[in-house]
């Protein structure tokens, strides 16, 4: 049982409330990609959830870091 970890929350609450708003946001076609907003119109919802965890880390929300590409 060596190298068993606990199970908590990955991502804390305030990172759902983002995602929940940047899904809003993407079914109202409001949300914008790129800096400032300057892009397009997200039409993905993957994007969308991207966005949303963005900006939580942004805010200082419990969210796990990117994952080296």
Request: aromatic share 2%; no cysteine; net charge positive.
């Amino acid at each position: 049982m060596a190298g068993k970890k606990k199970s908590g929350r990955k991502y804390g609450k305030a990172a759902g409330k983002s995602v929940k708003s940047a899904m809003h946001r993407k079914k109202k076609g409001t949300l914008k990609s790129g800096r400032g907003g300057k892009g397009g119109t997200v039409k993905s919802r993957k994007q969308a959830i991207a966005i949303g965890l963005s900006e939580a880390r942004e805010k200082g929300a419990k969210v796990p870091r990117k994952k080296a590409a």
